[in-house]
Structure formats: structure tokens, C-alpha cells
């Protein structure tokens, strides 16, 4: 939404998110932009039946509260105009003004009503972690709605990344921090703080989404079921995996990753999606992974059936 980004530009340089100049590299912006006849023509090469779209990276996060209430109401109602062209083709999780906590629950309803089928949020928005209190109310209504929470990947804290991420040219910083590595890792750490907050023991029928094969976290389980322990949770960190989140696949058609994934949870528990238009997979790759699972049942299992359950699709 150009609305949206030139606010995002407008925001003070220490909390302006860098990761806004991912989307104008090649032809992204172009592919961005388009919800109509090119995203259709992208479905249709790749074999994709229904897409379920999301306000691109960094969302409304870094902007004040009434500008993010402002925008988020917008792309909402752009994203459901969208839906309603193209019906049999798109859904829309919502934005939600994350900088107004105590505007969110009232903006998830809201976008519910318009049709939108989950919402995307990200770990942080200023100095206030997703594991907030704050947000309780968001949490409840999420739940009580049915409305999976799509947590995405954001830019690490300026702090972090004067700490850890820079220290190369302007664009391997940024890379460092972002898609080769900081992002990744500030995702898994905002989903261990939702478990270590007891917010699947508020909320038991809360779902999350974690994409690229669950940013990093079901590589080190082993280890992060020892903060039950320690933190007085009721049951392993494990449990809340395999109980409170679906995985995706986020473009990542690596069967090495299927098959660790699967040894931590179970299929049920997995969705298959393309991170369009950063990844773009031809038919032919997305057809020869599905032909890494055991069976038709699994296949279709990750392909169609458990996002048409997760997000109450109509087939």
C-alpha cells in the first residue's frame, strides 16, 4: 500500500524498519502491488488453487498508534476488496495495530466480520513483546474467533543489531539481520515467549503459525523443553509445539527439512505456502517435493486439507 509505506518512511531513523527496501529489489514491489490479474496468472503457473494473502513485512508495527490504527483498518479493507474480486482464488488475514494495544481485539473483530480468515503479527512493536499482558485481550479474541495468529519474522531492535548484526557493508547487514539470519531467530524467540507466558494454558484453542519450518525452533527443542523446568510451566515446551502451532513451509521445498520437521510433529500439524513474491517455486519443484510424503493422504494433507481446516476454508 503506497499509503503505508510512505508512513513507514516517515518513521524516526531508530525506529524506521530497514527491511521495507526488501520489497522494492527486482520486481517485488510490482508483484506486491498486484492482487488481481498477475497474482492470478502467478497461482495458476504454480499449480495454486486458493492463496491466502497478508499485509507484506513490517506491517503497521513501527507506526504510532493512530496512524497504525489508521493504516491497519486500510489494509484491511483493501485486502477484503481484494477477497471479494477474486473470490474462489484469495483469502486475507488481517493487520492489526499493534502499537494500540488496547485497539487490537476491536480490529481483529472487525476484520473477522469482513472475512478475513486469521491475522499476521510479529514479535514486537517497539518496547512491547507480543508476550505482553497488554495483549491478553488480543489473544482471547483470537481464540474465541477462531482467528489463527501467523507469526511472522520482523528486524531485530537497533540494540540487537548494533550487538550482533552489524559490522559488513549496508546490505550484508541487512541480510545478516533479516532473511539469513536475525529474522529467523527473532521469530523463534517471540514464539518461546507466548509458551514460557502461559498463553497456550489461558487460551488452550489459541493457534499459531510459524513459517520456514518453524524459524529454527524445532531445531532445538531438546533443549527448550529444559525452560519448563525452570519456568514452572505444566508441560514441556515440546507439547505446546505439537499442540498450539502449524509449521509452513514458506517457499523452503527442501525435503531434509520435511523430514526433521515430521520427526517433531506430525503432518497434521503442517502447511504448505510459497512466501510469494520473495519465493517462487515453479509447478515442477512444488510437484517433486510433494512427492517426498509417505502417502496421498499425507500429501494432501500438507498441500490443501489442514490450511482448509485451520482457516475454516469451503472447498
Do not use: C
Amino acid at each position: 500500500m503506497p499509503d503505508l509505506t510512505s508512513a513507514l518512511r516517515a518513521v524516526p531513523p531508530d525506529r524506521r524498519d530497514e527491511s521495507l527496501a526488501l520489497n522494492e529489489t527486482g520486481d517485488h514491489r510490482r508483484r506486491l502491488e498486484d492482487l488481481d490479474t498477475d497474482r492470478i496468472a502467478a497461482m495458476d503457473a504454480q499449480g495454486i488453487d486458493v492463496s491466502i494473502i497478508a499485509l507484506t513485512p513490517p506491517g503497521t508495527h513501527p507506526l504510532a498508534p493512530a496512524d497504525a490504527v489508521r493504516l491497519s483498518r486500510a489494509a484491511n479493507d483493501v485486502a477484503a476488496e481484494a477477497v471479494a474480486g477474486n473470490p474462489s482464488r484469495l483469502r486475507a488475514l488481517s493487520t492489526l495495530p499493534m502499537s494500540a494495544p488496547h485497539e487490537v481485539a476491536d480490529e481483529l473483530s472487525r476484520a473477522a466480520g469482513l472475512g478475513h480468515i486469521g491475522t499476521m503479527a510479529y514479535g514486537r512493536s517497539g518496547d512491547l513483546f507480543l508476550d505482553d499482558p497488554v495483549y491478553n485481550d488480543f489473544f482471547a479474541a483470537a481464540a474465541q474467533l477462531g482467528q489463527p495468529v501467523f507469526l511472522h519474522p520482523q528486524l531485530p531492535s537497533s540494540a540487537l543489531r548494533d550487538a550482533s548484526y552489524r559490522g559488513f557493508d549496508p546490505m550484508t547487514d541487512l541480510g545478516l539481520a533479516t532473511f539469513g539470519w536475525g529474522w529467523h531467530l527473532d521469530a523463534a524467540t517471540a514464539a518461546l515467549r507466548l509458551i514460557l507466558r502461559g498463553t497456550f494454558d489461558r487460551h488452550p484453542d489459541l493457534q499459531i503459525v510459524l513459517g520456514h519450518w518453524g524459524e529454527m525452533l524445532l531445531f532445538w527443542l531438546d533443549r527448550a523443553d529444559s525452560l519448563s523446568r525452570v519456568s514452572g510451566l505444566p508441560r514441556p515446551v515440546s507439547h505446546y509445539i505439537r499442540s498450539n502451532f502449524f509449521i509452513t513451509a514458506s517457499g523452503m521445498l527442501n525435503p531434509a527439512l520435511l523430514h526433521h520437521t515430521l520427526s517433531v510433529t506430525t503432518v497434521d500439524r503442517l502447511l504448505f505456502s510459497t512466501d510469494y513474491p520473495f519465493q517462487r517455486p515453479t509447478r515442477e519443484d512444488i510437484t517433486t517435493f510433494l512427492g517426498h510424503f509417505a502417502s496421498d493422504a499425507d500429501r494432501e494433507k500438507f498441500s490443501s486439507a489442514n490450511a482448509t481446516a485451520l482457516y475454516g476454508l469451503d472447498a
